[in-house]
């Protein structure tokens, strides 16, 4: 049984810093790309980054490009969302989830496992 389990969520001034951590157990991480979408009260889920198997390639949000980080340890079985400079805009709750293919991905639907997600608030 593949979980991911979030964690690092929390309360942030705007201009603050969060770091999301994701631990994956059940499958071969290493072999799979891994992502972070964001679903903010009202609205759909997002895409927010992701990062390929071996961590050789990521790809972003325009909303969290130069803010946000993607990296992974694949010997700790984890994904890591480094967030900088947040904005109140950035308030939502965040998921990680894995990927079926070892190449990074945008769509929510090429994804096939997911975390229960961690909230993220940023006061203004």
């Known amino acids: 049984q593949v979980q991911l389990v979030e964690s690092g969520g929390g309360l942030v001034q705007a201009g603050g810093s969060l770091r999301l951590s994701c631990a994956a157990s059940?499958?071969?991480?290493?072999?799979?790309?891994m992502g972070w979408f964001r679903q903010a009260p009202g609205k759909e889920r997002e895409f927010v980054a992701t990062?390929?198997?071996?961590?050789?390639?990521?790809y972003y949000a325009d909303s969290v490009k130069g803010r946000f980080t993607i990296s992974r340890d694949n010997a700790k079985n984890t994904v890591y969302l480094q967030m900088n400079s947040l904005k109140f805009e950035d308030t939502a709750v965040y998921y990680c989830a894995s990927a079926k293919s070892p190449y990074s991905r945008i769509y929510y639907y090429e994804y096939d496992y997911w975390g229960q997600g961690t909230q993220v608030t940023v006061s203004s």
């Open positions: 990062i390929s198997w071996n961590g050789g390639s990521t």
């Open positions: 059940g499958r071969t991480f290493s072999t799979y790309a």
